[in-house]
């Protein structure tokens, strides 16, 4: 079974499937560094500080996949965009939990550097496939995405758009 049959078996995949498999691949292939040379795959940080801050991405990047995927199954149930919550922020903060937290929590708690080579997959995974996602959302919400994406820019980084401000030229009185 390849990508291709995996997303068709279910409308709301998304390029999710493409961004896991990068990254597990990064995963697999730290483990050959840190088995032929583990005393040179240490971060470079004490094991004790890499673990707690490993743990807290874990939990925090977990509870925001838990609460993004809660959000956008509710919303496209209801055949609607997700705009609420993170993605109000963000427009794939599923994806961003994964690349920003849990990915990144798992080199922490193995306090092994390799394994950064996940997160660094998975981002690459994205930046080449979002466009296809996005186009997907586009073709089924129409205007309201476009609308969306203009309102907030950031895909993965949390960011909104500023409303331009107007200012009064200098001795102006309103």
């Not at 697999?28 to 560094?33: C, K, R, S, T």
């Not at 959000?71 to 994964?98: I, K, N």
């Not at 929590?105 to 950064?116: C, T, V």
Request: glycine residues 10%.
């Amino acid at each position: 079974m390849n990508i291709g049959q995996i997303c068709s078996i279910s409308a709301h995949c998304g390029i999710g499937p493409r961004i896991g498999v990068a990254g597990t691949a990064g995963l697999l292939l730290a483990l050959v560094p840190n088995w032929l040379w583990p005393e040179h795959c240490a971060m470079p940080l004490p094991a004790a500080l890499s673990r707690v801050l490993g743990l807290l991405l874990l939990v925090l990047g977990g509870g925001l996949y838990a609460w993004s995927l809660a959000l956008l199954r509710r919303a496209w149930s209801q055949d609607r965009l997700a705009t609420t919550g993170p993605f109000a922020t963000m427009r794939h903060p599923v994806y961003a939990a994964w690349l920003w937290g849990i990915f990144p929590a798992i080199a922490l708690l193995a306090h092994s550097w390799p394994y950064l080579l996940a997160p660094a997959l998975a981002l690459w995974a994205f930046a080449r496939h979002r466009g296809r996602e996005e186009r997907d959302t586009r073709q089924r919400f129409g205007a309201a995405y476009d609308s969306y994406a203009r309102a907030v820019p950031g895909r993965i980084i949390p960011r909104r758009h500023r409303q331009p401000t107007t200012t009064s030229p200098p001795g102006d009185k309103p």
